[in-house]
Structures are given as C-alpha cells and as structure tokens.
C-alpha cells in the first residue's frame, strides 16, 4: 500500500510539475521571429537598436502583461491589424513585463503565439526596465523617421486601455499608408493561426 501511495504521489508530482512547466516555463516564439530576448540594464540597447533599425516602418510598442486578459486581448488584436495591414511596413515590439501577481514567469509559447506576423520582436521585462524609461501607456505608435537616442521619441500616438490602443492604431495606420503597401508581395501565409 505504502508503494502504491508513493508511486501515485510521485505520478502526481511529475503531472503537476510538467503542467507547470508547460503553463510557465520558457516559451518559445512563432517561427520567423527572433528568439525571445530578455531585457535587462544590459540588452535594453538591443532593443533601441531593433526599433531604430526600423526607422523606415511604423514602430508598434506594446508593454503587456502575459497573464492578464485585456493585454492577451490587445495581444491578439494588434496580430489582426497586422493582418489587415498585411503588407505595410511595421514593426512590432511586444515587450511582457510582470504587472500581476500570475506574472513570475516569462511569456508561455501560447501567449507568444497571439501575435505571430514575422514583423514583430517579443521580449521578456522582468525588472521593468522598459517602463521605468517609458511611462505607464500600453501601446506607443510611432512614425518613421523617429529615433530612439536617450531617451524614446514622442509616439505619434499612444494609449493605456487595450481597445483605444487598437483603435488608435488602426486610425493612424490608415491615415499614414496608401493602399498599394497593404498588400504583401510572394504571398505570405495570411491565415490565422489556432491559439
């Protein structure tokens, strides 16, 4: 009896923690985006270099939550703007940073496959050093041209709730692109993806 708990309690063991590994372990990013990196004092100039190797696109940058609902929402509808404007030059940063408590872990694969459009870069914050330099708005928009030096330019646009940042992005996207840059040459798969 005794062997039998004690193989159940290890069955038991071995279950949760792969459960939890599989929910809260490293993720890993869609295929054709870069690796997720993870943001410190010492890579936060990695990503001002990726945004200002952007210079020539838009610039999307989301600091989300990889637990919270209304930043996997957001997550999943700037990946349908992406999509309506499936030919335009942006760029997507996607920075997860803790911001609840379910937060004490870097972003899980499914999060990180909310936003799969090779455009955009995912990064994990733990130590908030993105908000400590930026502020608290959610989604920041900026134009091309705009480069990030000491300090990050002023967005074109920004917002703190999910559905105004969806919509304020959508305004500027087709107030700055001509149509004939939303249609994406060679045919890239353009089908959404299961979540």
């Known amino acids: 009896m005794k062997k039998l708990l004690a193989l159940w309690g290890l069955t038991m063991s071995a279950i949760l923690g792969a459960s939890l590994w599989y929910l809260y372990g490293p993720g890993t990013v869609p295929e054709g985006q870069p690796p997720l990196l993870s943001v410190d004092a010492s890579t936060v100039a990695r990503l001002q270099t990726d945004f200002n190797q952007a210079s020539d696109r838009i610039r999307v940058v989301a600091v989300l939550s990889p637990t919270r609902p209304e930043s996997l929402a957001a997550a999943t509808a700037l990946q349908s703007l992406l999509l309506e404007f499936e030919g335009a030059p942006i760029l997507v940063q996607v920075i997860w940073e803790p911001q609840a408590d379910s937060d004490w872990a870097p ?80 045919g890239v798969d353009s089908v959404p993806r299961a979540i």
Do not use: N
Request: proline share 10%.
């Open 107 to 186: 972003p899980a694969t499914e999060v990180m496959a909310r936003i799969w459009d090779t455009r955009a870069k995912q990064y994990w914050d733990k130590g908030h050093v993105v908000s400590a330099k930026v502020g608290a708005p959610q989604v920041r928009i900026f134009s091309r041209g705009a480069a990030w030096r000491e300090e990050l330019p002023p967005p074109a646009v920004e917002a703190e709730s999910a559905s105004a940042s969806v919509e304020a992005l959508r305004s500027f996207l087709r107030s700055v692109i001509p149509p004939a840059e939303t249609s994406r040459p060679g």
